[in-house]
Structures are given as structure tokens and as C-alpha cells.
């Protein structure tokens, strides 16, 4: 199965502050088709988990775009440009390229 | 617009089976793949498995002994079944549509006697 692994676990920002979480991949996440199938998600306390950003760096519909994502093959970031108070929650990257689907552990975003 | 809704049972035995059911609407479960996903408390996500379009199904290995995923297209629902459950079967289980968009409300299952 493909591991994801994020960096930080944890992290901690004061607001307007810009931060990026890391996800990489055990395995080339690149289809064969040509697309990547590397998203991100956010999950407020209490929450269903919200898609934020698909295939690598396309912004979901609604979603703010202080967000963003970008990288490529085994490597992968999620940019926050000037963090808000509603952003607070566990980011999780997950990849749909190679069955099973597998999910990041996560990145705790916490105010400073 | 599109919408997933997980219902079932909140409390099982040990060792009993699990039904869940995911009723979507907004969109044809014959033109898009609808996953369970599962977290325990305080944890992170677990993909437990996929219905795609055509009906066929995938699922995580460690799971795939006891879990089965089925539909029914005329009533645009999703069935999970899991039999002998155990305490680290508790947590929430969601159904989401292609994997990560659009998620239901989830389900508390707690196993426990």
C-alpha cells in the first residue's frame, strides 16, 4: 500500500501568518492516465472532513484561495497564505492513484 | 445539489454484524464511485473501500475478510456490511462520493456489550 507521510504533525500559526504542510508519498503518485490523484482535505473539530484542493493543485469550488496546493510525483505541498481563525482543524492529504486509497495521518493546525 | 447520508445502528456487540447505509442524492451511483471511510476517536481517516460506477468493488486488505460493500441503484443507496466486530471497530464511519468531495454527516458506531 502507498504510505503518505505529512509533515508536521502539529502545527501552530498566529493569524495572517502563511505555513505549508508537507505530504510525501512511498510510491510516484503520477496515473498513467497523466493525472495525480493527490488531494487535501480539512477536517474542523467536530466535522466531516471538506475537500480543499484536488489533483495536486486545483482549488475545490468555494473554497478560499489563500489556499493552495502544488508538487509533483512523490512530493507535495499545501500552502495556507495568511492563515484565519476558520482554518483550524487537521489537514489530511490523500492519494486515489493506486488502490487502496490511502490517507496522510494528518497536520494539526492550532493558533500560536 | 449532492448530498451523502449515512444512517444505522449506534450500538453493536462484540462480535456482531454491522449495516450501514449511505443514501445519496444529486447525482446517479451508476456515474460516480461512492467510498467508506472510517475514523476512530481521536484518529485519523481509514479508507475501508469502494463501490465504483459499474458496480465493482475494491477494498482494504486488512478489512476485505469481514467487509462487503453493495448498492442499489433504484433507491440510490449504499449498503456497508462488516461482521465480527470488535471494540476498535468504534468510531465514525462516512461515505463520501469519488473518494474526497462531498461527505456525509457520518455515523457514530460504538461496539460494545
Known amino acids: 500500500d502507498v504510505v503518505l507521510t505529512q509533515t508536521p504533525p502539529t502545527l501552530s500559526a498566529t493569524i495572517g501568518q502563511s505555513v505549508s504542510i508537507s505530504c510525501r508519498s512511498s510510491?510516484?503518485?503520477?496515473?498513467?492516465?497523466?493525472?495525480?490523484?493527490l488531494h487535501w482535505l480539512l477536517q474542523r473539530p467536530g466535522q466531516s472532513p471538506q475537500l480543499l484542493i484536488y489533483?495536486?493543485?486545483r482549488l475545490e469550488s468555494g473554497v478560499p484561495n489563500r489556499f493552495s496546493g502544488s508538487g509533483s510525483g512523490t512530493d507535495f505541498t499545501l500552502k495556507i497564505s495568511g492563515v484565519e481563525a476558520e482554518d483550524l482543524g487537521v489537514y489530511y492529504c490523500v492519494q486515489g492513484t493506486h488502490a487502496p486509497y490511502t490517507f496522510g495521518a494528518g497536520t494539526k493546525l492550532e493558533l500560536k | 445539489q449532492v448530498q451523502l447520508k449515512e444512517s444505522g445502528p449506534g450500538l453493536v456487540q462484540p462480535s456482531q454484524t454491522l449495516s450501514l447505509t449511505c443514501t445519496v442524492s444529486g447525482f446517479s451511483l451508476t456515474s460516480y464511485n461512492v467510498h467508506w471511510v472510517r475514523q476512530p476517536p481521536g484518529k485519523g481517516l481509514e479508507w475501508m473501500g469502494v463501490?465504483?460506477?459499474?458496480?465493482?468493488?475494491d477494498y482494504n486488505s486488512a478489512l476485505k475478510p469481514r467487509l462487503s460493500i453493495s448498492r442499489d441503484t433504484s433507491k440510490s443507496q449504499v449498503f456497508l456490511t462488516m461482521n465480527s466486530l470488535q471494540t476498535e471497530d468504534t468510531g465514525i464511519y462516512y461515505c463520501n462520493r469519488n473518494g474526497a468531495a462531498y461527505w456525509g454527516q457520518g455515523v457514530m458506531v460504538t461496539v460494545s456489550s
Open positions: 463501490i465504483w460506477s459499474g458496480g465493482n468493488t
Open positions: 489533483l495536486v493543485s
Open positions: 510510491q510516484s503518485l503520477l496515473h498513467s492516465n497523466g493525472n495525480t490523484y
